[in-house]
């Protein structure tokens, strides 16, 4: 069970406009900043958005984050076929431990 | 550009003490805090503990007790070690550079993962 909620799957046709949500509560997501991360199976992680909204250089401004009291969320705009991974959300809780979401498995039908 | 390697046993026995290094290359272990991860098969990620080379360590609470982190600044690679390894320790381990923020914490480089299995 993880500390940070998120949906298992989500799906959008190409071209279209999709939103991954990620719950948690006053003591982490309530407290600080929201990192996301785009997950082939296979291969590294890469860092999408941090800070809540901020891009890393080299991720397409497709992707956006957002933040509002105890929830955050990843919009992916423009959907594309390799858009299809995996999604974490990630932030710090107070109880001194970093948490991760579930991840939420992405399908471009 | 920097890179990160995991390497390691890829089997190890229940209840003996599981062994991992990450190795950075193209940029100092000095200028940045350096954090495991893991992923268990068919479960999400978990974060296992970080490290500053200065000596700055944490660990998650779940895990504390059975894990130690160092860095050895010599060879550039930092390591993790676990004792008292169950099935439930089975997972791919990601070593990954932590931004060393806790209020601004996220984690901008991956390794590509080691899977270390717990079987006898």
């Known amino acids: 069970q993880s500390v940070l909620t998120q949906p298992p799957s989500a799906s959008g046709t190409p071209g279209q406009r999709v939103t991954i949500s990620c719950s948690g509560s006053?003591?982490?997501?309530?407290?600080?900043?929201v990192s996301w991360y785009q997950h082939l199976p296979g291969t590294a992680p890469t860092l999408l958005i941090y800070s809540n909204n901020q891009r890393p250089s080299g991720v397409p401004d497709r992707f956006s984050g957002s933040k509002s009291g105890t929830s955050a969320s990843l919009a992916i705009s423009g959907l594309q076929s390799e858009d299809e991974a995996d999604y974490y959300c990630a932030t710090w809780d107070d109880s001194l431990k970093g948490v991760f979401g579930g991840g939420t498995k992405l399908t471009v039908l | 550009q920097m890179q990160l390697q995991e390497s390691g046993p890829g089997l190890v026995k229940p209840s003996e003490t599981l062994s991992l290094t990450c190795i950075v290359s193209g940029g100092s272990i000095s200028s940045y805090y350096w954090s495991w991860i893991r992923q268990p098969p068919g479960k999400g990620l978990e974060w296992i503990g970080y490290?500053?080379?200065?000596?700055?360590?944490n660990y998650n609470p779940s895990l504390k007790g059975r894990v130690t982190v160092s860095v050895d600044t010599s060879k550039n690679l930092f390591s993790l070690k676990m004792n008292s390894v169950t099935a439930a320790d089975t997972a791919v381990y990601y070593c990954?550079?932590?931004?060393?923020?806790?209020?601004?914490?996220?984690?901008?480089?991956w390794g590509r993962g080691t899977l270390v299995t717990v079987s006898s």
């Open positions: 990954a550079r932590d931004s060393g923020s806790r209020g601004n914490w996220y984690f901008g480089l």
């Open positions: 006053s003591s982490n997501i309530g407290s600080n900043s």
């Open positions: 490290m500053f080379y200065s000596g700055s360590i």
